[in-house]
Each structure stands twice: as C-alpha cells, then as structure tokens.
C-alpha cells in the first residue's frame, strides 16, 4: 500500500429533515450567496425549506441562479464579483453536481485578484476560500465531500478539473428525500457517475491495498442493487439514501488512499462533453465498457477477474479471460437497462472532433492503470462510435 494523508472534512449531516443543520452556517457570518441551477429547488420545495432555515437564523442571502450542467466560468466569475461587492461571508450550493462545483469555484476565485480561469487551470492558485456549505440534490459526483471542481470554457471548447484541499465543503446536508424529483435519466447518469468514479480507482497497479479495492466493490455492488430500484420507484427512500451515500464515498477519497493512480476515462467524457455538452454520466457510461475491452489484457485480467467474481458473481471456475470478458459484457449490459445510451453516434456525435480531442490529452495519460498515447485515445473513442 502506498503512502497517503488522511483528509475528509467535511461534515456530513444525513437523512430526513436534516435542512435545519444549515442555521449552522451563521458560524461563518451573517451575509451567504446562494447559488443554484435551473429552478428545480423551487418546484420540489427545497428553497423555501432553505430560505425560511437561514432567515430563522439571522442570515441575509444573496442569490445567483442559473448555473448550467456543466457549469461555465462566466458565471463563476459572476458570482465572485457578487461576492466582493457583498461582502459575502460563506457560498451554500442547492443542487447537485453543476451547481456545488460552480459555488467551490466562486468561493475561490472571491479571494483570488485574477482571472478565475487561472484557479481552474492550476488548483495550486488557489490560496484562500471562502466556507462552502453544501445541500445536495442529486447523487452523482461526490462534489458534496471533495475538493475537486469541473468547470467549462465552452468558447474555447475546454472543459477542465481543479483541485483544492481549500474547496473541500466545510459542510453538506445528504437529505435523500430531497433527491426523489431526479429524472429517471439523471439517476442513470448519475449512478453510473458514481460507479465510473470507483472504476477509477478501483482499476490500479497497486495491488496489495486489499481493503480499498473490498469498499469499492461494495459501493459499486451498491450502486447495481439500488440504481435500477431508485428508477423503478423514484420515493424509494433506501434507494436514494443508499446512493448517495455511495455518491459521497466513492470519490472523498476513502477508497483511493494507498492506491493512487491517475484517472482517464473522465478526462476523455470531459472532451466529449467540451464539444458536445452532453451530460457527463452519459458519455462515462459509453465510454467505459470500451476503455475495459481496450485495456484487458494478459497485463491486467487478473484485476478484471477479481472484478467479474466479486462484483458481478460470475462463477470462479470458469476461465479467467470468459469471466473478464464478461465483466465487461454485464457492465454494458448494466448501463443498458439504466436506459443510457450506448454509443457516441447515440447522442449525436460523430467523428468530426475525435481527433481534435484526442490531441489535447495526449502525454498526459503517462501514469494511468495502463497508460495511453493520444492514438489510442483516438481509437477508443472510434471503438465508441
Ligand atoms: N466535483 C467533482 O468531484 C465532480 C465529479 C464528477 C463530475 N463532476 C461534474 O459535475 C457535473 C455534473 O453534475 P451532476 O451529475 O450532479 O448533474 P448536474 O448538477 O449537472 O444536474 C443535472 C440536472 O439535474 C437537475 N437536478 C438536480 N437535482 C435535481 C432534483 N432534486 N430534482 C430534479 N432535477 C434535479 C439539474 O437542474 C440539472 O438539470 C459535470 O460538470 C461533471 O463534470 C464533478
């Protein structure tokens, strides 16, 4: 097992009714900007329950809304200069991924004097925050418990992540029921989300850090038992608690510690995503049955048997390359009956940018489970059409 530091601080207050636990916020002062997305926290009742919370504190807020899914750095640098000119004490994220990501950036680039794309482009700018509070209303990307943001450049066709121990919430509400108004295409998206954030991991060279590579597969045992139930009953409370508890853990760093190794499928769904606007899960959902085919080899089938046995069941006395090549068959399979598409050409995109996006990541995944050149990054994402 490698060396790591322990660092999760975020406070998590989880389940029914836990929105009171924001007059916690009045600790960071009197004067809060709330961001949020497209309105959905007004149809399902979660702003009022907010609002009326901060005012029963004493705690006057300021609101930025529209923040788009995949968020664009033109509005963290609105709500930056909101921040300034108010004299904004703490930022409160309602929503889910978009939305926490966007708030993490504004809180940033408040105490930053540059251009904010400078933050995004290298997280070790980031030298002050202010507090961010998070409520979250969508289990996908675990933004509500890490210091990771992605934020889009959508002129420039960048769509780029940075991290910061600074951005990390000091804390988040995890009310499941908050979670029930998530379209059965966003809790596709968004489990899958989850399941590509243990891949990740959970694919890497190290291979005596036996305990993380266990939780990983029960977050992602997790993720097959209660993703098609939260579909089938969207007020399954189990469902959606079991979820987002396993959207949090699956990427706060908890199962990576001891067995660090760079990401790669997100950074390819991040170009799609750059070109396309496509929602981030979808296109993870695409490309990762791929990305598996294209990376087993004699190198890495034990890993995709262990995989195969503990994850899927598959009987253990078959031969090792029919288990791990139907690991990778159930896990499309998986991503089918979530009702996610299947290929690029399924959402529309052919192979008039592959190239372009492929360039931008070449040299960069020289450290990656099985490390790839920009062709090949090329050819899974021709795998993929
Ligand atoms: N910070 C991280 O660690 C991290 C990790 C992975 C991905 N991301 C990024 O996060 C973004 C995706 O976030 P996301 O998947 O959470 O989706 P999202 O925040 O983009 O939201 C998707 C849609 O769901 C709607 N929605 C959210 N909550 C709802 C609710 N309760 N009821 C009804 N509708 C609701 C939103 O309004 C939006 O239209 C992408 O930009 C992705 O790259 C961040």
Not at 48 to 56: G, H
Not at 61 to 78: H, Q
């Amino acid at each position: 097992m490698q060396n790591f530091n322990y660092s999760i601080p975020t406070k998590v207050y989880f389940g029914k009714g836990q929105i009171k636990k924001l007059s916690k916020i009045s600790q960071f002062g009197t004067k809060v900007l709330m961001v949020y997305g497209g309105g959905s926290i007004k149809g399902n009742g979660i702003y009022d329950k907010a609002a009326a919370v901060l005012r029963e504190s004493g705690v006057s807020f300021f609101e930025l809304s529209g923040v788009d899914p995949n968020p664009r750095i033109e509005t963290v640098a609105l709500g930056a200069k909101l921040c300034k000119e108010k004299e904004i004490d703490a930022v409160l994220a309602i929503g889910g991924g978009s939305t926490i990501d966007c708030a993490k950036m504004i809180a940033a680039a408040a105490k930053y004097d540059g251009d904010p794309w400078d933050l995004v482009l290298d997280g070790s700018k980031i030298k002050d925050a202010l507090p961010i509070v998070t409520i979250l209303t969508l289990a996908a990307t675990g933004s509500e418990m890490d210091g990771f943001a992605v934020i889009s450049d959508m002129d420039k066709n960048d769509k780029l992540d940075t991290a910061s121990e600074l951005i990390k919430p000091a804390f988040s509400i995890l009310d499941p029921k908050f979670t029930y108004s998530v379209s059965q295409k966003q809790t596709a998206a968004g489990t899958a989300d989850i399941m590509s954030h243990v891949f990740e991991v959970y694919f890497t060279r190290e291979k005596d850090a036996f305990l993380q590579a266990r939780m990983c597969e029960a977050v992602l045992k997790t993720c097959i038992k209660y993703g098609p139930a939260a579909m089938e009953n969207p007020e399954d409370y189990d469902a959606r608690a079991n979820l987002m508890w396993a959207s949090s853990l699956a990427i706060n760093g908890l199962l990576s510690y001891g067995s660090d190794v760079q990401w790669c499928v997100h950074p390819m769904e991040h170009e799609l995503s750059a070109f396309y606007d496509i929602t981030h899960g979808v296109g993870l959902a695409i490309l990762t049955p791929v990305w598996m085919e294209y990376v087993l080899s004699e190198a890495t089938i034990d890993k995709f048997v262990e995989f195969g046995i503990n994850v899927w069941g598959i009987d253990a006395e078959r031969e090792p390359r029919q288990i791990a090549e139907e690991s990778i068959d159930r896990t499309r399979a998986f991503f089918a009956q979530l009702g996610l598409p299947r290929t690029l050409a399924d959402v529309g995109i052919g192979e008039e940018n592959l190239s372009k996006m492929a360039d931008k990541l070449d040299g960069l995944f020289t450290d990656t489970y099985i490390p790839l050149t920009g062709n090949e990054v090329l050819e899974i994402y021709r795998r993929a059409l």
